[in-house]
């Protein structure tokens, strides 16, 4: 059918954000390549869940219903991946760059020899000639940083598929349909694709940690790196960002240097953010950084250095000692609220 497959993760019956925006991203491949969106969907008591998954744009959806699905555990998952990828043949298969698909991704890539891009930023259709003169048509572009961030990757796979890639939390926008799809649920056939090896593992007792800290849906972000200075330094971001009534978030410079906690960092190898306003003190700009925060609204960048690689991208360049300046901020937030 060579259509567009997105593997939905599940937790406590809810799907991930991850896998929204893999949808989101996905009907627009879909639509440029003329294709169906298929998504998959493996768990238990899944009943209702189609309508979401058709909301934010699958055409059709596969529903791998068994009690022993839930929680995840990698071999059945992969088993059943795999057979409904081997059945349906799609041109491009998406998942999320999250610890169950950084589990489950390569795995799959392996067995079906097909090649994967991990972390990959951005997603788009094109076409390629090689050097031996051979052009491919409507090819996916893997999009992603390298070599430690310093430069910008569009990696290709003409020859194999599916075209196997896995995307951050954060990167895609997550946006549902005005309408939902009229779509076709297809139930899956676990015990096709299942062996009893697939359940070696046995799950005796499960604890998630809830996150203490979540920047990933603040509208404002408070950030700071390595220009900051201190751990002493950075209270003056939290108090700002307490004035402006959300979160502080740091690069991986300044958690390196343990000015913040690592629930914190920001980039390449932190979280992905969108707020609607992004204050940048003591940050340079790298590549690393700007990947998880480039989407942001409003940039405000605070540096010494004018020639900071933040301020190419910043919306508004303060040249000064945060020191000085995020003070007067604060003050001048609280002046101007009363």
Do not use: W
Request: charged fraction near 25%; aromatic fraction near 6%; glycine fraction near 10%.
């Amino acid at each position: 059918m060579n259509n567009v497959f997105v593997y939905c993760e599940l937790e406590g019956g809810k799907i991930a954000d991850v896998s929204l925006e893999l949808l989101t991203k996905g009907r627009g491949l879909a639509a440029q390549l003329g294709v169906k969106v298929e998504a998959v969907a493996i768990g238990h008591k899944l009943s209702g869940i189609e309508k979401e998954l058709m909301t934010y744009g699958a055409d059709i959806v596969h529903m791998a219903d068994d009690e022993r699905l839930d929680p995840f555990r990698t071999l059945p998952h992969a088993a059943i991946v795999m057979g409904v990828i081997k059945e349906t043949q799609p041109q491009i298969a998406l998942f999320g760059a999250s610890s169950i698909g950084r589990d489950l991704a390569p795995r799959v890539s392996s067995a079906l020899k097909s090649g994967l891009t991990a972390d990959c930023t951005s997603l788009e259709i094109g076409d390629h000639t090689d050097t031996k003169g051979n052009t491919y048509k409507n090819l996916l572009y893997q999009i992603r940083p390298a070599f430690g961030g310093n430069i910008i990757a569009t990696i290709i796979n003409p020859d194999c598929r599916p075209q196997m890639a896995t995307v951050r939390e954060g990167v895609m926008k997550k946006e549902p349909l005005a309408a939902p799809v009229k779509g076709e649920v297809k139930k899956v056939d676990v015990k096709k694709y299942l062996n009893d090896t697939d359940f070696v593992v046995r799950i005796i007792e499960r604890h998630i940690e809830e996150r203490k800290i979540d920047i990933k849906g603040a509208s404002v972000v408070v950030a700071g790196g390595y220009g900051v200075g201190s751990k002493e330094n950075f209270k003056q971001l939290f108090d700002l960002a307490a004035v402006l009534g959300d979160e502080v978030g740091a690069s991986r410079a300044a958690v390196d240097s343990g000015f913040a906690d690592h629930a914190r960092q920001i980039g390449q190898t932190g979280v992905t953010v969108r707020p609607k306003l992004y204050i940048a003190c003591g940050i340079s700009g790298q590549i690393q950084h700007t990947a998880g925060m480039d989407q942001s609204a409003i940039v405000i960048s605070i540096n010494t250095d004018p020639a900071a690689p933040i301020n190419q991208i910043a919306d508004y360049a303060i040249v000064g000692d945060l020191n000085e300046v995020v003070p007067k901020m604060i003050k001048a937030y609280k002046n101007n609220s009363k």
